[in-house]
């Protein structure tokens, strides 16, 4: 687990964890989740979880930090962004550069060095550039791979690239005061270029094949990939942890009033002299290194990344796991990206039963569909506070706006 | 004029007629006189019976033509007569008589057939064009026409000319009259006569012309060591974009002008052929991963003679410097290259105009698409502030009342005419149906309603799903609506389009008095600019919003019915409208109908603009317009037509 | 009394209709004034041209005593040059306590990293409690202020301005919707203002402009028609005729 961030301030002031129980709870549920997980997993524990499960708890959580990434500039600074799914998706294609280069130059390695005259350098990267790029018909690296071949270069791009086009995007749309359904709008726009771009075979990332064998993980050939998920769940977790510790100290204080300050009134914000644009710069492009950074760690565990990925439903589907899971919380964001998610895999894999009416039988593979956004409509007329907000009555509190400030 | 008409009559006439010298022979006799040919024919000899058999003028000669080109002419051994077979019953086969058409029968041992080989047929169908370019029946002489326009040849240049004479049909003349001066231009032995030919279609648009002097340009590529005397198109710079050095030197090497190039992988095979005790050459293979130590190996290999020498880029240079790399015309007139250069560039001027004007066509029937699309959606966000995520959803639903109104009503002019009020209705009532349950209840949350209406448009689409199957369902045009009106070559539009077209100006007129002349216009007018104004005036809001949102749902319906004639109807038909319609919205300006029009006029001719300019990827055409409208938001927030001061709402 | 804002020949157009017409005003420092006019008399219009709102279409408008112009600058650099603006409707966070509330106003840094890094010092929380005091909230300081009453919640509004430390204050229509009592406090509050920075302002009610015994420009049609003591303006023909006369 992630060690306990403090800030250490005023004499006598209480630490940040202390201030904020909420995010104490949130950690310590998380650890004891990942315990379980581990105790009853295949390669550590009991191997009542299968690895193939293990693989989707751990997706989950990636899934987890986005939406509160997603929550942080949706229900906290009032950015409906439709595009959040797009910097998770680039922070995949981003890490699966590196996974897809360094795994097929240990293969190419391996064949040419089968020949009786061993391959020159020219010879490997040719290789690696045939084997991938072969599909969409070419063998030249294009220059967005220039850094594939490090790993570290690559996890600089993992925050880079997507840190830089939400801050190009950011600048460009905050400056002109676009807001509300406007922005919603233009974010989509964003997401469908983006989207579109990759889908051609010419983009440098194989078209609609994508990436693809990215669970094997270069230099970790010999460990088993029940070994491997749980790394990566673990990776998960802690990425998890810190990302709710991250974003719960951003939404406190002084900077969570400022930024709930411009959800409300951006106006007033402005008039009272802060500089309003750069506080969302800020917030869309942290919350957009965060999705990135979930994408880098989901990816690995789906496999394969595609640009129907990236398309704009993507990030609408994540904006309806915030807006269930209940906006303006953090909890909120966590508990509906998990809930939604798991039960939408639990319903179009066939694990929920058919229902018989007679006449007529429920495939809920074919109507999970309608029953999510049905129920989408209902939870956004009928319990706009979502499932967090139902859990706030439970431990009665139900102002979580107003916490912390006391 | 009627002159020419009587001339053409006469002449037509004559041609008919038999030739009294001959009037007398049967078929079957002059095919006597040459039985071993008609039975054996062989492509360089069958000419001669051709010809007698055209020049005998007989009236049967066109049809045993024929049925010999189908190799329906059999041989009965029996009496040593030709003639048609027509069927067969078991072992025997039907007869036809040659000259009477009088039915008989032969046993099948007793016949043997007439195999004209390929060559042969090609040779009778050219003796068949004369009969059917001049016959009686004009749709076989338009495909022998056509035939000859395929399959263009410099031997029925004469033929031509003089068939179109004859020609009683003025527009079938026009087009052997055209054809024939393609032949010209292309075949004819004198050159004045071709260059009058080619200069004679300056201006021309249509396809075959502009074909046939391709062909006259018609260029090979050639090397020599010096510049050779042959009609140059163009002397080509090795290294240019037109030719890569690479290239080059392998015309070189192709023209044995130049020893091949040793690739990488030909180094690295020779090395594998000479290994000896772990090393090439004296150089270990471990060194072998390093380029320059192959290279000396291979280098050593060389000194030894057992490999060929490597060609360096010294040698290369100095290989591509040493000769002269052309395009040479296959036409060796230069004059008639000139000319054919000379009229296609001018023919060029003309297309690449007309291709503006088709271009212009093609963005405003896109734009009339866009318009349509979006202008529902305008409607509701002017008024009510609310983006309708499902009203793409109303589009498909009015594309999916089409086909179901076709599965009742066969007669596709009445079931459209049905299906596009039923459409409206249908649509009008589900977004009533959606204002009431849901939207009425988010207003002042945009965001919220934003998600909601997402909810509902996953709902329908998957319940489409559920209800019509993932495959397509066609929405068939009537009739009258299929095809196009071609202006010229380059220039035509569909007349599906056209009604797109049509319609879309019938919706904006419609909208327009609908705003401007009525008392629910006002109201919806009063609304959009001060809500609680016009609450406060008398003016019931909720009535309001709900007949907007009816009616913007409507429009959609319209609109759903109008894309799905063109395009396959799918559960899918509305999410890929929905993008474009957002960015129209976005860029026109909010709650202005001419808003809209400008921004589905920009979006629609931007989209078709980048088209052309990179037409092979409409992906990338589709990622740089909605850069294109990110950058324009930077200028014109509000949109093309702003409302400005207090009503903006800021 | 020194010159703090200069409004000179400043116009504004929307949509061929003039809002501002050659508007020129000065503000000294200290100073209390009031600006009062028909409905569509430009006043509003003219506080958006001072915070940067509106840019106007012709004129200039200075600032202190080196005369820096307002017009390239941004709202929230405004703002941060001093100038409070409270609006006609009371725009509080209603979501926060008034305590965060006041905690946004506190001049403090603005950037966003200063602001990340922030933690209350004792000398902030004291200075929120003293304005407390003085807006009469001490009582409420963790309640949220949507729960505030209207009155109380135009307070905080007021005592938001007093927190941003302001060398100038635009008050929009501060009295609109008071009782009598809570009006007899915020005359207070803006007296007690005006003695250490400039407040502007803009007033329906003759009542309350009176009580505040300040100097009075009267606008009409985006233009100044007359400047003076209460009892002046009130006796200019002009005047007359706009506000009785027709």
Same mark, same amino acid.
């Given at each position: 687990?992630?060690?306990?961030?403090?800030?250490?301030?005023?004499?006598?002031?209480?630490?940040?964890?202390?201030?904020?129980?909420?995010?104490?709870?949130?950690?310590?549920?998380?650890?004891?989740?990942?315990?379980?997980?581990?105790?009853?997993?295949?390669?550590?524990?009991?191997?009542?979880?299968?690895?193939?499960?293990?693989?989707?708890l751990g997706k989950t959580l990636c899934l987890c930090l986005v939406a509160i990434a997603m929550d942080v500039v949706w229900g906290y600074c009032g950015i409906l962004s439709l595009g959040h799914m797009a910097f998770f998706g680039i922070g995949g294609y981003a890490i699966g550069m590196w996974l897809m280069y360094a795994r097929t130059e240990i293969i190419v390695r391996d064949s040419l060095l089968a020949a009786p005259i061993p391959p020159t350098p020219q010879e490997i990267t040719d290789g690696i550039g045939t084997q991938i790029f072969g599909v969409v018909g070419s063998a030249e690296f294009p220059l967005i791979w220039a850094f594939a071949d490090s790993f570290a270069l690559q996890l600089l791009m993992v925050i880079l690239v997507p840190g830089l086009l939400a801050l190009v995007f950011g600048w460009l749309a905050f400056r002109s005061r676009v807001t509300g359904v406007y922005l919603s709008i233009l974010t989509q726009a964003m997401t469908l270029a983006l989207s579109l771009y990759l889908f051609q075979n010419d983009s440098g990332l194989r078209g609609n094949n994508g990436l693809s064998g990215l669970q094997n993980i270069p230099g970790f050939e010999t460990v088993s990939q029940d070994a491997i998920s749980i790394g990566f769940f673990w990776a998960s977790a802690v990425a998890l942890g810190l990302g709710y510790v991250l974003f719960a100290f951003v939404v406190s204080g002084k900077m969570g009033s400022?930024?709930?300050? *411009?959800? %409300?009134?951006?106006?007033?914000?402005?008039?009272?002299?802060?500089?309003?644009?750069?506080?969302?710069?800020?917030?869309?492009?942290?919350?957009? #290194?965060?999705?990135? #950074?979930?994408?880098?760690?989901?990816?690995?565990?789906?496999?394969? *990344?595609?640009?129907?990925?990236?398309?704009?439903?993507?990030?609408?589907?994540?904006?309806?796991?915030?807006?269930?899971?209940?906006?303006?919380?953090?909890?909120?964001?966590?508990?509906?990206?998990?809930?939604?998610?798991?039960?939408?895999?639990?319903?179009?894999?066939?694990?929920?039963? %058919?229902?018989?009416?007679?006449?007529?039988?429920?495939?809920?593979? %074919?109507?999970?569909?309608?029953?999510?956004?049905?129920?989408?409509?209902?939870?956004?007329?009928?319990?706009p506070q979502g499932i967090g907000g139902l859990f706030d009555r439970l431990v009665r509190n139900p102002t979580p706006d107003a916490e912390g400030q006391k | 004029m009627l002159r020419a008409v009587l001339a053409a009559l006469v002449c037509y006439v004559l041609a008919l007629a038999p030739n009294p010298l001959l009037a007398q022979t049967s078929l079957q006799s002059l095919l006597q006189t040459q039985k071993d040919e008609v039975l054996k024919p062989s492509r360089a000899s069958v000419g001669a019976v051709l010809d007698t058999l055209v020049a005998s003028n007989l009236p049967g000669v066109?049809?045993?033509?024929?049925?010999?080109?189908?190799?329906?002419?059999?041989?009965?051994?029996?009496? /040593?007569?030709f003639y048609f077979a027509t069927g067969a019953q078991g072992d025997t086969l039907l007869l036809q008589d040659i000259d009477s058409g009088a039915s008989l029968q032969a046993p099948k041992s007793a016949l043997t057939d007439s195999r004209p080989n390929g060559g042969v047929r090609k040779e009778i169908a050219g003796a068949l064009v004369r009969f059917q370019l001049s016959g009686p029946d004009i749709e076989k002489r338009r495909a022998a026409v056509e035939a000859i326009a395929r399959a263009p040849s410099a031997d029925v240049v004469g033929l031509l000319q003089a068939s179109a004479q004859a020609e009683p049909d003025p527009a079938l003349k026009a087009q052997k009259q055209r054809l024939a001066q393609i032949l010209v231009a292309r075949f004819a032995p004198d050159s004045a006569a071709r260059i009058a030919a080619i200069t004679g279609f300056s201006g021309a648009l249509s396809l075959d012309i502009r074909a046939m002097l391709n062909q006259i340009l018609e260029t090979r590529p050639g090397v020599a060591p010096a510049r050779p005397n042959a009609n140059i198109a163009e002397i080509l710079q090795p290294g240019s974009d037109a030719l890569p050095i690479a290239a080059a030197y392998e015309q070189l090497v192709a023209a044995d002008l130049a020893p091949p190039m040793i690739s990488p992988a030909q180094i690295k095979e020779t090395l594998a052929q000479n290994i000896s005790a772990g090393a090439?050459?004296?150089?270990?293979?471990?060194?072998?991963?390093?380029?320059?130590?192959?290279?000396?190996?291979?280098?050593?290999?060389?000194?030894?003679?057992?490999?060929?020498?490597?060609? @360096?880029?010294?040698?290369?240079?100095?290989?591509?410097?040493?000769?002269?790399? $052309?395009?040479?015309?296959?036409?060796?007139?230069?004059?008639?290259?000139?000319?054919?250069?000379?009229?296609?560039?001018?023919?060029?001027?003309?297309?690449?105009?007309?291709? @503006?004007?088709?271009?212009?066509?093609d963005a405003l029937s896109l734009a009339s698409i866009y318009f349509l699309?979006?202008?529902?959606?305008?409607?509701?966000?002017?008024?009510? /502030?609310? =983006?309708?995520?499902?009203? /793409?959803?109303?589009i498909m639903i009015g594309a999916y009342t089409g086909y179901v109104v076709q599965q009742f009503v066969p007669d596709y002019t009445l079931s459209l005419i049905v299906a596009l009020p039923l459409a409206f209705a249908v649509t009008f009532g589900a977004g009533v149906a959606m204002e009431r349950l849901v939207i009425r209840w988010l207003y002042h949350r945009p965001l919220e309603t934003l998600l909601a209406t997402f909810g509902i448009s996953i709902a329908l689409q998957q319940l489409a799903k559920n209800i019509f199957g993932t495959q397509a369902r066609p929405l068939t045009s009537p009739a009258w609506l299929d095809g196009a009106w071609v202006i010229n070559d380059v220039v035509q539009i569909s007349y599906i389009r056209i009604a797109i077209f049509v319609l879309a100006l019938l919706f904006l007129g419609l909208?327009?008095?609908?705003?401007?002349?009525?008392?629910?216009?006002?109201?919806?007018?009063?609304?959009?600019?001060?809500? /609680?104004?016009?609450?406060?005036? @008398?003016?019931?809001?909720?009535?309001?919003?709900?007949?907007?949102?009816?009616?913007?749902? @409507?429009?959609?319906? =319209?609109?759903?019915?109008?894309?799905?004639?063109?395009?396959?109807?799918?559960?899918?038909?509305?999410?890929? $409208?929905?993008?474009q319609s957002f960015m129209t919205v976005v860029v026109g300006g909010v709650g202005n109908v001419w808003g809209t029009l400008a921004g589905a006029g920009m979006i629609g001719s931007l989209q078709k603009g980048i088209e052309w300019l990179n037409p092979s990827n409409t992906l990338a055409a589709q990622t740089y317009m909605i850069l294109f409208i990110i950058l324009f938001i930077q200028f014109r927030p509000k949109g093309i037509v702003a409302l400005k001061g207090r009503a903006a709402g800021d | 009394m020194k010159r703090l804002l200069e409004v000179s020949g400043v116009s504004v157009t929307f949509d061929g209709f003039r809002a501002i017409n050659n508007l020129s005003i000065q503000i000294g420092q200290p100073e209390l004034r009031a600006v009062i006019g028909p409905n569509g008399a430009g006043k509003t219009t003219f506080m958006d041209i001072i915070t940067g709102k509106t840019r106007p279409d012709s004129g200039t408008v200075t600032w202190g005593e080196k005369g820096v112009s307002l017009l390239a600058m941004s709202?929230?650099?405004?703002?941060?040059?001093?100038?409070?603006?409270?609006?006609?409707?009371?725009?509080?966070?209603? +979501?926060?306590?008034?305590?965060?509330?006041?905690?946004?106003?506190?001049?403090?840094?603005?950037?966003?990293?200063?602001?990340?890094?922030?933690?209350?010092?004792?000398?902030?929380?004291?200075?929120?409690?003293?304005?407390?005091?003085?807006?009469?909230?001490?009582?409420?300081?963790?309640?949220?202020?949507?729960?505030?009453?209207?009155?109380?919640?135009?307070?905080?509004?007021?005592?938001?301005?007093? +927190?941003?430390?302001?060398?100038l204050l635009l008050v929009d229509e501060p009295a609109a919707g008071m009782t009598p009592s809570e009006r007899e406090h915020t005359t207070d509050l803006l007296r007690r203002a005006a003695e250490t920075c400039a407040v502007v302002v803009v007033e329906h009610d003759m009542e309350f402009v009176r009580r505040l015994e300040c100097k009075v420009t009267v606008l009409h049609e985006g233009a100044v028609l007359a400047e003076g003591s209460l009892s002046h303006v009130t006796r200019n023909q002009d005047v007359i005729d706009v506000y009785l006369g027709r």
């Open positions: 687990m992630p060690s306990l961030s403090t800030q250490t301030s005023g004499a006598g002031r209480k630490t940040f964890l202390a201030q904020h129980p909420s995010v104490m709870w949130f950690l310590l549920a998380l650890a004891l989740f990942t315990l379980g997980v581990t105790v009853l997993a295949e390669a550590t524990g009991a191997g009542l979880i299968s690895t193939s499960f293990v693989k989707t400022v930024v709930r300050g *411009i959800r %409300d009134n951006e106006a007033r914000v402005r008039f009272l002299g802060y500089h309003v644009e750069s506080y969302k710069l800020f917030v869309f492009t942290l919350t957009a #290194i965060v999705a990135a #950074i979930a994408g880098a760690l989901y990816y690995p565990q789906a496999g394969i *990344i595609n640009p129907a990925e990236i398309a704009p439903i993507a990030s609408i589907y994540l904006a309806v796991w915030v807006a269930i899971g209940g906006r303006g919380r953090l909890y909120g964001a966590v508990i509906g990206a998990a809930f939604v998610s798991l039960v939408s895999s639990w319903f179009t894999g066939g694990g929920a039963p %058919d229902v018989e009416l007679g006449i007529y039988t429920i495939k809920w593979t %074919d109507w999970w569909l309608v029953l999510l956004g049905l129920s989408f409509v209902a939870v956004t007329l009928f319990f | 066109q049809d045993f033509l024929e049925k010999w080109q189908e190799r329906q002419v059999v041989l009965n051994t029996e009496d /040593g007569l090439v050459a004296g150089i270990p293979l471990a060194q072998l991963a390093q380029p320059d130590r192959r290279i000396a190996a291979y280098q050593a290999l060389v000194a030894q003679g057992k490999a060929a020498p490597l060609v @360096g880029p010294e040698d290369m240079t100095k290989a591509l410097n040493a000769h002269v790399f $052309y395009l040479a015309y296959i036409e060796p007139d230069r004059a008639i290259t000139d000319a054919a250069r000379a009229t296609l560039q001018d023919i060029e001027t003309a297309v690449a105009f007309n291709k @503006g004007a088709d271009l212009a066509l699309a979006a202008i529902g959606l305008a409607i509701t966000f002017g008024v009510m /502030g609310v =983006i309708n995520m499902a009203h /793409g959803e109303f909208i327009l008095v609908v705003l401007k002349r009525t008392r629910l216009g006002l109201e919806v007018r009063a609304v959009t600019q001060n809500p /609680g104004m016009a609450a406060s005036m @008398g003016i019931n809001p909720d009535r309001i919003n709900m007949l907007t949102f009816g009616l913007g749902s @409507g429009i959609a319906g =319209i609109a759903g019915v109008a894309i799905g004639l063109y395009a396959k109807v799918t559960s899918e038909i509305g999410s890929d $409208y929905i993008v | 709202e929230s650099q405004i703002a941060r040059l001093g100038i409070g603006r409270k609006f006609q409707k009371p725009t509080v966070f209603e +979501a926060q306590t008034v305590s965060e509330n006041l905690g946004l106003a506190l001049k403090n840094r603005r950037g966003p990293l200063d602001v990340l890094m922030y933690r209350r010092s004792r000398r902030d929380t004291a200075r929120i409690g003293e304005i407390a005091e003085e807006i009469g909230l001490s009582a409420q300081l963790a309640r949220p202020a949507g729960q505030l009453s209207h009155g109380q919640k135009q307070w905080l509004e007021i005592g938001m301005l007093l +927190a941003q430390d302001p060398q």
